[in-house]
């Protein structure tokens, strides 16, 4: 980030995905270990960003409790 040598980074994470099925609930400690890893890790990104990077935080589809995909519901 500090060469600020780049036009596009894509990162893609799986681990929250991987921790909801793997657990079968969104309220399992491993859950809320992973959320705040990925928070950590946007806050310590948009930390080195400059005012003119954009920084897109997106889903591929929900969660239900249970931990499996939401979105049809």
């Not at 921790?19 to 609930?25: I, P």
């Not at 890790?41 to 948009?46: A, G, K």
Request: aromatic share 6%; charged share 15%; hydrophobic share 35%.
């Amino acid at each position: 980030m500090k060469s600020n040598q780049y036009d596009l980074i894509v990162a893609h994470f799986l681990s929250i995905d991987h921790v909801g099925h793997s657990t079968s609930s969104i309220y399992h400690d491993l859950m809320n270990n992973k959320l705040l890893t990925i928070s950590n890790f946007i806050e310590q990104l948009m930390n080195q960003m400059d005012n003119t990077t954009i920084l897109f935080v997106t889903g591929d589809h929900g969660m239900r409790n249970d931990g499996n995909h939401g979105g049809s519901s």
